[in-house]
């Protein structure tokens, strides 16, 4: 039953009795914080205390979208990009039109998780740049599973090396489907002559994630061998890149 609210006189007063009760200081209702209200701040502390090894990969990527999505809750999207790509290595290894076919990646976001990605590339190739290739097999690795685990068409490359078995050059000879690429075993030696190159690489990856050697590959590994040994340029290798791993034609004695 509502108590009647009466005047100075003693008679009831309608209207303050008609008013329903005030809601804090200002007579509304106090609107609730944004649940990620401090998040950047904790989580930027968190990393500067030395915590980055112990963050997960959404938080990796969070770090990353703070520098070109300034404000917002980015934890959504973070693990959106997760589950489109996999993972961190795909998130990165993505295409700039891929990132940017994502809701709410645009094209600066699209650009600074590329960027990660060429930074790298070019420091895994700085540990096996002016130094033999064989020294350095592991780096070599991790260098081509950086730059091809992740495409999504195929593409092949040679690694041209001198009389030392130092790395002179990396170049895309080809670019092709999502299961094939062409490749031209004289295009191959005309490029290793112009550059003075004395042995070469191959190396192509497989979109589908399964690195093992197709009997069209052995195929061609055979045809550039070939097209190498009349001009004296040794093919020391043939490696193919999935995110499964990398397969050496030589490891699995195929050359």
Known sequence: MDTAVEDASGQPDLWATAQPAAKGPVGKAKAAAPHYLGHRDRLRERAEGGGLPALPDYEVLELLLFRSIPRGDVKPLAKQL?????????????????????????????????LVHEAALRATLGAVARRPVISSWSALL??????????????????????????IADEVMNRGTVD????????????????????????HNHPSGDPTPSSADVDMTRQVIEAGRALRIAVHDHLVVGTGGVASFKALGLI
């Open 142 to 167: 991790a260098y081509v599973k950086t730059a091809l685990a992740h495409e999504a068409r195929e593409q092949f490359r040679v690694l041209f090396l001198d009389k030392k078995n130092q790395l």
């Open 82 to 114: 997760l589950a489109r790509f996999g993972s961190v290595a795909g998130v990165l290894g993505a295409s700039l039109a891929e990132l940017k076919g994502v809701a709410g990646v645009g094209a600066a976001a699209a650009l600074d998780l590329k």
């Open 180 to 203: 094939h690429a062409p490749v031209y075993p004289r295009e191959v030696m005309r490029r290793a002559l112009e550059l003075s190159s004395s042995a070469v690489i191959l190396v």
